[in-house]
């Protein structure tokens, strides 16, 4: 099976579909943040080695790897790449 594209694993510029989160305790730690299922952002930057920093409505949010890892998402049209 192959492995879903994560959050994590994506591109600074790529503009990108939430298509899942894949548990629980990701899914609340998301909500509380803002973030659910079926909305569209853009990857603003990654520090090496600490959060991965999205852009969604003029606002950006920093996430830890770990969040990252739990949230699939998929590459829209137009993205940088």
Do not use: F
């Amino acid at each position: 099976m192959a492995s879903s594209y994560t959050l994590e694993k994506a591109t600074v510029g790529e503009t990108l579909y939430i298509k899942a989160i894949l548990d629980d305790e990701t899914a609340t730690v998301a909500m509380r943040l803002g973030i659910a299922e079926g909305e569209t952002i853009q990857l603003a930057s990654k520090v090496p080695g600490g959060p991965v920093v999205i852009r969604r409505g003029g606002m950006e949010i920093a996430l830890g790897r770990e969040l990252c890892r739990g949230i699939e998402v998929q590459r829209q049209e137009g993205s940088i790449r």
